[in-house]
């Protein structure tokens, strides 16, 4: 199966652009020798260099080049710099900074318990590592704090004023290993509760007032998600602060940004890089909404953080985002999902076959890096059921209604942070499940090694929620089927063919070679092309949206069908068939090849339409008043005949071959010759099979393909041959 997501850049691109030009951006230049923290300056070096050129690419080096770093350089750093460097400044939380400081502070959100509660765990001896030492917890209110003449360096959330640096509640650095130690930027000392700040502007920008958003760990979308956009939406939202310009992190990815400016825009937006400062006299900051710690410092030390956030501060963003941004016009999201996960580590082993199964239940496979952040959210609002290995395109969860079904696929290992999905989501009334696995390759790289998912645990997790088994979809692997195209059971789309992504196909539909499905179109009224079960569409057919076909539809090869056209059950189109749109076909209708049908056609139930025949619209053409012609139930057009604009064609009429018919045909009238005219009554018309039977109406004598109880029915009905 080959599922392709597209990107639709139509709506959400042109949206995010017009966004983007009402930000005003300024951009603080980063420091010319790019030296912006020490890891950056050991990379420089040309130990660094060869081993990024040539030996990081190594998983087992990598890791062992991470814990050498760690274990052995930044403690030799951390002796070294008691006598080399910089003054220790006490580390301050802010609650207590604002206690010692009780001016200007502000409050947006009270204190609040906090229930996530645990829904499926599989395999079910695994619950135990969901479970928490506490089962509610509670989330500190949410506070803006105007600190005076403050220091903000970029790549940091610790705000720096005079000999103290602030940061925010939800640290514990007995715990938690910071990614500024990592980078060599600062120096912690959990014990004494005092940091060394190791990186100096000489020239810091000066602004007059700002909020500052920057974060180590800003640039990784889940944290921006879940830390630092919940932050900014609540302080933009305030109508106290509009005139205040925010500072985020410089670099952030496309997607960051267009979220930024969906939150912020027309407000001054400055980008801060790494390694400079900016010098604030009047410094807003948002107290914490959201924090999981980079890493463990002490593996030793019991009841590591899993993640904490506030409900609250994660809904209001729901809820802001989610009514920014549109549907788009004629698209449709599929209801169930698998994430596929395209990153190098926490992969799982048997994906092709967990993928498998997954698509066997309904779902449909889909890349969320390659798709657009308005159209991340727009699929993760539409979807029901989501289902993937953990990873950052979970945060778009909180884009989720309440009650839709997330199934976290994670490994099992001592430093794993189970609680995390469970705790950012669970609150907002999302179902949380996990299926837990083994690690079984890369085992050196941690909890970041590939795992595998037993076959048998998603597929029992499948049926505990609900989801039923079905024939996947036979798709070749040239094909193209755009994400959001909704397939059914057992369908099979064939060589080269094209499926967008405002299309339904129904079960065991068969598509053959070179077809375009759904085409966009802006005459149609942005409705999806709908085919019905059991139909076959064969080599190089063209359908456009916003038309739907009962069940049974069959067509011959080259058959083109334009927008708004309603056609129902078991309707037959010949090779090399047009239909021009905005037409209403009925039931058991029968198109031999070379039919041309204009716009505004009303066909009714079993009527016949041979070779080559005209169904004609514009009076004057070429014109805008278009006028359809009418054929109504049981009327039989012959090859060649051209129908005019306006014409009616009565119920079991008989058009004859060549005619033209330019005046209403009535009831059981045949109408012959050019201009046409009614030669006779269609009973006159005789069998040439020597028995003498009237050949109309055709249903006392023709039932090939039509069901019994319609053919029962004709036979005990005499009144249609009077």
């Not at 959400?12 to 950056?40: G, M, Q, R, V, Y």
């Not at 990379?43 to 050129?53: A, D, H, M, N, S």
């Not at 998600?225 to 602060?241: A, G, H, N, Q, Y």
């Not at 969860?397 to 999905?421: A, Q």
Request: net charge neutral; with cysteine; proline share 5%.
């Amino acid at each position: 199966m080959k599922v392709v997501p597209s990107y639709i850049a139509s709506q959400t691109e042109k949206e995010s652009s017009e966004i983007e030009k009402e930000a005003t951006l300024t951009f603080i230049p980063a420091k010319s020798n790019s030296d912006n923290d020490l890891l950056s300056r050991v990379k420089r070096t040309r130990l660094g260099r060869f081993y990024i050129e040539h030996l990081k690419q190594y998983p087992a080096i990598h890791a062992a080049a991470i814990w050498v770093w760690r274990n052995f350089y930044l403690i030799f750093l951390r002796y070294l710099t008691v006598y080399c460097f910089a003054d220790w400044k006490k580390l301050i939380r802010l609650s207590e900074y604002i206690r010692i400081h009780p001016g200007n502070t502000h409050t947006l959100i009270e204190s609040a318990r906090i229930s996530a509660p645990i829904h499926h765990v599989v395999p079910i001896e695994d619950r135990s590592l969901l479970e928490h030492y506490s089962k509610q917890l509670i989330f500190p209110k949410i506070q803006i704090a105007v600190i005076q003449d403050a220091v903000q360096y970029g790549g940091t959330n610790f705000v720096l004023v005079g000999d103290e640096v602030i940061h925010h509640d939800q640290y514990d650095f007995t715990h938690d290993f910071t990614s500024e130690e990592l980078h060599g930027r600062a120096l912690i000392d959990p014990n004494h509760n005092r940091i060394k700040w190791l990186q100096f502007d000489e020239a810091p920008h000066e602004v007059p007032s700002a909020a500052c958003f920057v974060d180590s760990c800003a640039t990784n979308y889940a944290h921006w998600l879940s830390e630092v956009l919940p932050r900014i939406t609540l302080f933009c939202m305030d109508e106290r602060f509009l005139s205040i310009p925010i500072v985020v992190n410089d670099g952030l990815h496309k997607n960051i940004m267009a979220s930024l400016f969906l939150v912020a825009h027309g407000r001054e937006v400055i980008t801060l890089p790494i390694g400079r400062a900016l010098k604030i006299n009047q410094l807003y900051v948002t107290s914490v909404t959201g924090y999981v710690p980079f890493e463990r410092r002490n593996r030793a030390l019991p009841d590591h953080s899993h993640g904490l956030f506030s409900p609250e501060a994660l809904a209001r963003l729901g809820r802001y985002l989610n009514g920014k941004v549109r549907d788009i016009r004629g698209h449709l999201w599929p209801e169930k999902i698998f994430l596929r996960r395209n990153s190098g580590t926490r992969k799982i082993s048997n994906v092709d076959e967990i993928e498998q199964l997954a698509v066997s239940y309904g779902f449909t496979v889909v890349e969320p890096e390659k798709l657009s952040f308005p159209e991340q959210i727009l699929l993760f609002r539409n979807a029901r059921m989501i289902i993937g290995p953990t990873g950052a395109a979970f945060a778009n969860g909180i884009f989720c209604n309440p009650e839709t079904e997330v199934t976290i696929l994670m490994s099992k290992h001592e430093d794993m942070i189970y609680r995390y999905w469970r705790n950012m989501l669970a609150p907002l009334g999302i179902k949380v499940n996990y299926i837990l696995g083994k690690i079984v390759t890369n085992s050196h790289l941690g909890l970041h090694g590939d795992f595998e998912i037993a076959l048998k645990d998603l597929a029992s997790l499948l049926k505990a929620t609900g989801n039923t088994f079905r024939q996947p979809p036979n798709i070749h692997p040239t094909a193209q089927v755009a994400f959001g195209a909704r397939l059914g059971e057992g369908v099979e789309i064939g060589p080269y063919t094209i499926v967008h992504s405002n299309v339904i196909l129904g079960n065991h539909t068969k598509v053959g070679a070179y077809c375009e499905l759904g085409v966009p179109t802006l005459l149609g009224d942005g409705s999806p092309l709908t085919i019905g079960n059991n139909s076959h569409i064969r080599s190089h057919s063209v359908f456009y949206e916003s038309s739907s076909f009962g069940t049974g539809l069959v067509t011959g090869h080259h058959v083109t069908v334009r927008e708004n056209t309603v056609a129902g059950v078991s309707f037959q189109i010949g090779t090399l068939s047009e239909i021009q749109g905005d037409c209403s076909i009925g039931n058991y209708v029968r198109f031999q090849s070379n039919v041309f049908v204009g716009k505004k056609t009303t066909i009714g139930n079993f009527v016949w339409v041979l070779p080559y025949v005209v169904l004609t619209n514009d009076p004057t053409p070429p014109s805008d008043h278009l006028v359809g012609c009418t054929i109504e139930d049981f009327a039989s057009i012959a090859a060649t005949a051209v129908i005019l604009p306006g014409v009616r064609v009565g119920r079991h009429a008989l058009v004859a071959a060549q005619a033209c018919v330019t005046k209403n045909v009535p009831p059981h009238k045949v109408a012959a010759g050019t201009p046409a005219r009614v030669i006779k009554e269609t009973k006159e018309i005789l069998l040439r099979d020597g028995s003498g039977r009237s050949a109309y109406p055709w249903t006392q004598h023709f039932t090939r393909g039509y069901p019994e109880t319609f053919t029962v029915e004709w036979a005990d009905n005499k009144e249609d041959s009077k």
